[in-house]
């Protein structure tokens, strides 16, 4: 299993049956080819559709039917597809329960950056996407990202250096090494992936956290 779908895997345990769910590009997208057995939710796309499907299989794909990565996509009995007036009206009326995003950097605040990569100073690329939207629309953030750069730097700060996406809007972070649940005093380490300690996770990690007397091992669907 590569990190990636280890990321999505866990990412899908933050999901209960019946809610409504929006998956970010990257990872979450992947989110739901591995939702646990017995949990159905409604997957919004603020591309405009309720009710996506997991992954097509190979000559199944209709072009017509994408995530917000352009990736192909089922739908469901049931489903319905409308505007971006209409979708983001879902999302800023407060009707979606949880968003799992990717992010650049996330920080001990809940703070969470994740469109604004740096071209030159000042200079930042494109593609904020409906993030600001979803970040400030959800009931719960859910974030997974690689826990370090290629650099070994920590992507979990004290306090993110690139532009926000949401401010105080991160309520789970999910890398491929550790969970952290986002409570109003810090982070604090719920789970760590075989083969690291929570002494291992507090050594690639800059920002500060405590550690969950529950604290276990990476749970994956």
């Given at each position: 299993m590569n990190i990636r779908e280890m990321m999505?895997?866990?990412?899908?345990?933050?999901?209960?049956?019946?809610?409504?769910?929006?998956?970010?590009?990257?990872i979450p997208l992947s989110v739901a080819d591995y939702l646990p057995a017995g949990v159905e939710t409604i997957l919004q796309t603020e591309i405009g559709a309720l009710r996506l499907g997991p992954s097509p299989k190979l000559n199944e794909a209709d072009s017509d039917f994408t995530d917000s990565g352009a990736q192909p996509v089922t739908l469901l009995p049931g489903a319905s597809l409308f505007d971006l007036i209409t979708s983001f009206t879902i999302i800023r009326g407060g009707h979606i329960?949880?968003?799992?995003?990717?992010?650049?950097?996330?920080?001990?605040?809940?703070?969470?950056?994740?469109?604004?990569?740096?071209?030159?100073?000042?200079r930042y690329a494109p593609g904020m996407g409906g993030a600001m939207d979803l970040v400030g629309g959800a009931r719960k953030v859910v974030v997974t990202l690689q826990h370090n750069d290629k650099q070994g730097h920590s992507k979990i700060l004290k306090n993110c250096t690139l532009p926000l996406t949401g401010?105080?809007?991160?309520?789970?972070?999910?890398?491929?090494?550790?969970?952290?649940?986002?409570?109003?005093?810090?982070?604090?380490?719920?789970?760590?992936?075989?083969?690291?300690?929570?002494?291992?996770?507090?050594?690639?990690?800059?920002?500060?956290?405590?550690?969950s007397p529950d604290c276990c091992h990476y749970r994956l669907s």
């Open positions: 999505a895997r866990r990412a899908a345990l933050e999901l209960t049956d019946g809610e409504v769910v929006n998956l970010g590009f990257g329960d949880t968003t799992i995003l990717g992010a650049l950097e996330v920080d001990q605040h809940g703070n969470i950056a994740n469109w604004a990569r740096p071209l030159a100073p000042g401010q105080g809007s991160v309520n789970v972070i999910i890398t491929e090494k550790a969970v952290f649940q986002v409570i109003p005093t810090g982070l604090v380490l719920k789970e760590v992936a075989e083969g690291y300690t929570p002494e291992d996770i507090r050594s690639c990690t800059e920002a500060s956290f405590s550690i």
